[in-house]
């Protein structure tokens, strides 16, 4: 996997949230480097198995990020995820 796909969005992010201003709405989550990196990945439509090769670690690890990043978005599935970063600004795809 391209790291720095997943470095940009994470710059990307950090552009829209001081673009922001204090009255635009909720901040984005503090998401780690590495839940960005699975969040892209899920957005594009990656298998956890898929994911876990990418990222050279396993697919139960994989599954504990996208399961803790479901719960701290409050979304249940890849869908619903993808949706929500990208209709908050937090990912873009190009």
Partial sequence: MDTG???????????????RGADAGPA???FTPREMQVLYLVACGRS??????ALHISMCTVDVYR???FARLGVRNAVALQ???IL???????
């Fill in 48 to 53: 956890c198995k898929q994911m876990a090769a």
């Fill in 83 to 85: 949706r929500h970063a």
């Fill in 28 to 30: 984005a989550p503090a």
């Fill in 5 to 19: 796909l997943a470095c940009t969005c994470l710059d990307a992010r950090t552009e829209l949230d001081s673009e």
């Fill in 67 to 69: 399961r803790r990043l």
């Fill in 88 to 94: 908050s600004g937090w990912l873009r795809l190009t």
